[in-house]
């Protein structure tokens, strides 16, 4: 008997660890955090090359 009811808190305890969701939860904080990360990486691509012609345009009136 003591056996049949081991078995069985096994069992419940299993059936439990099943419906845990902690594994998908964490892919998709990954997918996102790699969304925001690849769109940060092409705005700031993009925005550090204007500001560095702003620059060079602000350095060049400061030298004539």
């Known amino acids: 008997m003591e056996r049949i009811d081991m078995f069985l808190a096994w069992l419940i305890g299993f059936g439990q660890r099943a419906d845990d969701e902690e594994g998908q939860?964490?892919?998709e904080y990954?997918?996102?955090?790699a969304l925001i990360s690849i769109v940060a990486i092409l705005t700031l691509t993009s925005v550090g090359s204007n500001v560095k012609d702003v620059f060079n345009s602000v350095g060049g009136k400061l030298h004539s």
């Open 25 to 27: 939860t964490m892919i």
């Open 30 to 33: 990954g997918l996102i955090v």
